[in-house]
């Protein structure tokens, strides 16, 4: 089993920083990619970036040039640095863990946390 504890959420002003983070625990595969999501009040939770094994980094057109997602693969964390936050960026911010099991085929095991709570009011 996985565990995924995110942090750094809170109450900002518009044009305001935040860093959120993702620490992964548990049983993590060599193989894994990362992810963050968010859901507005009545919505899908959508993606916001996400990032893979090899560092390499996608971003929603919403988000793009102003997040910033990384990872730690010693420390098993992920971060989403929030720069320029809108009132438009408030939502729960859920990070995601694929663990990718290579057994002849690839299979994938997806985890979530629990969210943080992002808010962007003057």
């Known amino acids: 089993q996985v565990q995924l504890v995110e942090s750094g959420g809170g109450l900002v002003q518009p044009g305001g920083s935040l860093r959120l983070s993702c620490t992964a625990s548990?049983?993590?595969?060599?193989?894994?990619?990362m992810a963050w999501y968010r859901q507005f009040p009545g919505k899908e939770r959508e993606l916001v970036a996400e990032?893979?094994?090899?560092?390499?980094?996608n971003y929603a057109d919403s988000v793009k040039d102003r997040f910033t997602m990384s990872r730690d693969n010693t420390k098993k964390m992920a971060y989403l640095q929030m720069n320029s936050l809108k009132p438009e960026d408030t939502a729960v911010y859920y990070c995601?863990?694929?663990?990718?099991?290579?057994?002849?085929?690839?299979?994938?095991?997806?985890?979530w946390g629990q969210g943080t709570q992002v808010t962007v009011s003057p």
């Open positions: 995601k863990l694929e663990n990718i099991q290579w057994i002849g085929k690839a299979a994938t095991y997806v985890y």
């Open positions: 990032i893979s094994a090899t560092g390499r980094a």
């Open positions: 548990g049983n993590i595969f060599a193989i894994y990619n």
